[in-house]
Antibody, heavy 122, light 110 residues
Framework: EVQLVESGGGLVQPGGSLRLSCAAS????????MHWVRQAPGKGLVWVSR????????TYADSVKGRFIISRDNAKNTLYLQMNTLRAEDTALYYC???????????????WGQGTLVTVSS | QSALTQPASVSGSPGQSITISCTGT?????????VSWYQQHPGKAPKLLIY???RRPSGVSNRFSGSKSGNTASLTIFGLQTEDEADYYC??????????FGGGTHLTVL
């Protein structure tokens, strides 16, 4: 069974850092582009970042560019999101998601984790 | 990376059909044929319903149908069922290998 399990969320003060992990099972993560998507409490989905299969290319939403770093360890079948200089507006449930192999340009997400909650507050 | 525009809410009765619109610009929906639609029930992860504007992944009911005209994509749900009550999001490539979601639409099945 394909599964994505996020971890690493928690309460952090403004300006602090967290590293989220997303452990994949049931498939080989090295074959897929992977994304992070977040959802603030009671709000909609917001795309955060994407990484290509070998980690050589990553892109970010303007709101996190320069503060967040997406990476992957294909040997560990794991995706990461290093989050620095955190702000109150980064408070959200963070989902990792797999780009659907049949979708042009990796432009859709067919498997999602259950999310890990990040709360930025003093 | 401005969010795509969706109606905040729509409603329908069981058996009816509804359509949710998703309006972008000539820089996203207008030029990329990769709109995807997701269904999200409360407390659950999103589920892919439609990709590349019109295609359904295996296992998704054919009651869900996607289309696009100009800068607007649409999701139509035929034969509404009570379990269709959920939030629905559109998403598309926005250039520069970035993506953008719509603000979401809550569907109420009366």
């Amino acid at each position: 069974e394909v599964q994505l399990v996020e971890s690493g969320g928690g309460l952090v003060q403004p300006g602090g850092s967290l590293r989220l992990s997303c452990a994949a099972s049931g498939f080989t993560v090295s074959n897929y582009w992977m994304h992070w998507v977040r959802q603030a409490p009671g709000k909609g989905l917001v795309w955060v970042s994407r990484i290509n299969v070998d980690g050589s290319s990553a892109t970010y939403a303007d709101s996190v560019k320069g503060r967040f770093i997406i990476s992957r360890d294909n040997a560990k079948n794991t995706l990461y999101l290093q989050m620095n200089t955190l702000r109150a507006e980064d408070t959200a449930l963070y989902y990792c998601a797999r780009a659907y192999a049949q979708c042009s340009g990796g432009s859709c997400l067919d498997k999602w984790g259950q999310g890990t909650l990040v709360t930025v507050s003093s | 990376q401005s969010a795509l525009t969706q109606p905040a809410s729509v409603s329908g009765s069981p058996g009816q059909s509804i359509t949710i619109s998703c309006t972008g610009t000539g820089s996203d929906i207008g030029i990329y044929n990769v709109v995807s639609w997701y269904q999200q029930h409360p407390g659950k992860a999103p589920k892919l319903l439609i990709y590349e504007g019109i295609r359904r992944p295996s296992g998704v009911s054919n009651r869900f149908s996607g289309s696009k005209s100009g800068n607007t994509a649409s999701l139509t749900i035929f034969g509404l069922q009570t379990e269709d009550e959920a939030d629905y999001y559109c998403c598309t490539h926005a250039g520069g290998s970035t993506w953008v979601f719509g603000g979401g639409t809550h569907l109420t099945v009366l």
